[in-house]
């Protein structure tokens, strides 16, 4: 017989699988801040994770080994809840004892792989989502976009948002550029980083860039031309400096779930600049809690310049953003959710 959930005190045997739990990443983040409150909630947590596992990965060899790794270290002991985050977990997380076996999704997978590898690795990854993610109990994805995609593959997908904490947001600013347009997150193509360069070539002025990823030579020598700051990977309490100390915040990606740092810009109140893809259209309204535009460096440059020529317009947009985070973004709101998942997991019929 399974085991029932009859409280909220009682303690449930909690696994969590994530390639990373370190760093500024937004999964790692995000599984970080659930570790955290699942434990203030009273529950045992274990994770495995490529720092937990105690190896080192080369670059693009990071998500497919810890694939193998984590399946093969997949602990013998039964579990309440496993719950593996993106793909890379999942076949770790359909090997595992446990009651219920969940997967978080931060994105479209096969999309992300079909943009970056082109179009038969992405329909190859497709098949391997339509496989993998079958033999879960329930899938959870960070935004809307991503469920009905799911959904339209046959799974059961449900929507649990990405959030972030405000009392790890900073008191202090760091100002390092006149105007400061910062961008923050992966060095790479999804991420649109190419564009920006393209947007400070057309004459965007006081671009500052941290980070790391395969793109990383391209934002160098923009830096060498002297079209933009370049700061490298940064400690997340520094970038969130940097984030706070700035003008207007930005996301030109071409692929996105429910991006952190734009929870972080929204939670600072920093006026953002984003791309109208994926789950950014979900958390901000055109006009209304941002300036949302295509993936196009001259749209991108135009939207940043009214932004700095008009303070009124710069100021009701991040009021309501701000607002906006608090009734939904919040950390603790979507720790509920997740736990009342876990609650129906645990009380559901054999």
Known sequence: MHRCLTSRSETLRILLLSPRVSGVGGIAQHVRRLARGLRGAGHEVELISIEALGVRLRKGLANPGYSVLAALKSPREEFDIVHGHNLPSAPAVKLMKAHAKIVTLHGVYSRQIRLLYGGMLGSMAELFERWILRGMDVVTAVSLEAVKYYRSLGIKAVHIPNAID???????????????????????????????????????????????????????????????????????????????????????????????????????????????????????????????????????????????ADNNLAKKLTENAYQRLLNNYEWKIVLEKYLESYKRLMSADD
């Not at 006081?206 to 830096?223: K, Q, Y």
């Open 166 to 308: 405000l009392s790890e947001m900073p008191c202090e600013a760091e100002k390092i550029s006149e105007p400061q347009i910062t961008y923050l997150g992966r060095l790479s193509k999804e991420k649109g980083v190419d564009i920006l360069v393209k947007a400070a070539l057309m004459g965007l002025r006081g671009v500052v860039v941290a980070g790391d990823g395969p793109m990383r030579p391209l934002i160098e020598r923009a830096a060498q031309k002297g079209l933009l700051k370049f700061l490298g990977p940064l400690p997340r309490a520094k970038a969130l400096k940097i984030l706070a100390g700035s003008d207007v915040a930005i996301l030109p990606s071409r692929e996105e779930g429910v991006s952190t740092v734009l929870l972080e810009a929204m939670a600072l109140k920093i006026p953002i600049v984003a791309t109208r893809v994926g789950g950014t259209t979900e958390i901000l309204r055109d006009g209304e809690d941002a300036l949302l535009v295509s993936p196009d460096p001259r749209e991108i440059k135009n939207s940043v310049t009214r932004l700095l």
